[in-house]
């Protein structure tokens, strides 16, 4: 079964930097383009990143736009999510997400709090 499982969060301060991961099975990595997600406290969760199957096209949402830069490893099934400059207001819950025949997957997530 498709199983995402993330990891890499933590307390951090303001302007530091973390670097996410999601370790996927279950089915094809290297075909399946992966997406990050996040849902703050009392927010709907909301799009972060996204990146293709070969890793050559990538897509951001403004609020991490040049902060953050998604990235995967095929070889290793996984996908990378690098968080720089790091603000207060990214403290949230990280999920990696795909699709897969229709439906979509989600991690159960990761906690990352940014200390001002």
């Known amino acids: 079964q498709v199983q995402l499982v993330e990891s890499g969060g933590g307390l951090v301060q303001s302007g530091g930097s973390l670097r996410l991961s999601c370790a996927a099975s279950g089915f094809t990595f290297s075909i399946s383009t992966m997406n990050w997600y996040r849902q703050a406290p009392g927010k709907e969760r909301e799009f972060i990143a996204s990146i293709n199957s070969g890793g050559s096209s990538t897509a951001y949402a403004e609020s991490v736009k040049g902060r953050f830069t998604i990235s995967r490893v095929n070889a290793k099934d996984t996908v990378y999510l690098q968080m720089n400059s790091l603000k207060p207001e990214d403290t949230a819950v990280y999920y990696c997400?795909?699709?897969?025949?229709?439906?979509?997957?989600w991690g159960k997530g990761t906690l990352v709090t940014v200390s001002s």
């Open positions: 997400k795909t699709m897969h025949y229709g439906m979509n997957y």
